[in-house]
T-cell receptor, first 116, second 114 residues
Framework: NAGVTQTPKFQVLKTGQSMTLQCAQD?????MYWYRQDPGMGLRLIYY???????DKGEVPNGYNVSRLNKREFSLRLESAAPSQTSVYFCASSGGQGRSYNSPLHFGNGTRLTVT | GNSVTQMEGPVTLSEEAFLTINCTYT??????LFWYVQYPGEGLQLLLKATKADDKGSNKGFEATYRKETTSFHLEKGSVQVSDSAVYFCALSEGGTSGSRLTFGEGTQLTVNP
């Protein structure tokens, strides 16, 4: 079972470059999320999509855009990368919808991004 | 807003020692509480959860009890193994119409030595 698949696993960018992080899930989940993980700060929500066709800002959305391409895929785009965006990025999905907020999140293995 | 505070790490134990990782939370409503574990090079995995006060979540020898009176959800294990070495995250869910949005603590690194 693939679960949540993220690409690429590693990426190095120069300041000002752009890139898109890809995420796909094969569990027929409605909700998908992008988090970033920084040392000593846990995981912080960047954007989420509660269902196909909707996206909403999380805690730290500045500098990012997202696209919920279809039910399976949720991409994260950095238009002009900055050193402050050096982090590990995790995509996650859950079967929860509406008030079903107890559904666990299923995470991908992460993308380690360095911006120089 | 909601927040989660975990005990500072890292934590280093010998095999078969007792483990406690403290977690306290602040929430306006009645959240669900979770512990996630992250092994090196991997994403987070759900370890256990509790959805209402006095519930006890348990899995793989780990336990945590939802204590509303102390707003805590401490993780415990009676006898740790080397394979338990990982980063542990406490988290709470926000209710409403936003699916399973989670607020995470900062994580606690556990190292178990043989």
């Amino acid at each position: 079972n693939a679960g949540v698949t993220q690409t690429p696993k590693f990426q190095v960018l120069k300041t000002g470059q752009s890139m898109t992080l890809q995420c796909a899930q094969d569990m027929n989940h409605n909700s998908m999320y992008w988090y970033r993980q920084d040392p000593g700060m846990g995981l912080r929500l960047i954007y989420y999509s509660a269902s196909e066709g909707t996206t909403d800002k999380g805690e730290v959305p500045n500098g990012y855009n997202v696209s919920r391409l279809n039910k399976r895929e949720f991409s994260l785009r950095l238009e002009s990368a900055a050193p402050s965006q050096t982090s590990v990025y995790f995509c996650a999905s859950s079967g929860g919808q509406g008030r079903s907020y107890n559904s666990p999140l299923h995470f991908g293995n992460g993308t380690r991004l360095t911006v120089t | 807003g909601n927040s989660v505070t975990q005990m500072e790490g890292p934590v280093t134990l010998s095999e078969e020692a007792f483990l406690t990782i403290n977690c306290t939370y602040t929430a306006t409503g009645y959240p669900s509480l979770f512990w996630y574990v992250q092994y090196p090079g991997e994403g987070l995995q759900l370890l256990l959860k509790a959805t209402k006060a006095d519930d006890k979540g348990s899995n793989k020898g780990f336990e945590a009890t939802y204590r509303k009176e102390t707003t805590s959800f401490h993780l415990e294990k009676g006898s740790v193994q080397v394979s338990d070495s990982a980063v542990y995250f406490c988290a709470l869910s926000e209710g409403g119409t936003s699916g399973s949005r989670l607020t995470f603590g900062e994580g606690t690194q556990l190292t178990v030595n043989p």
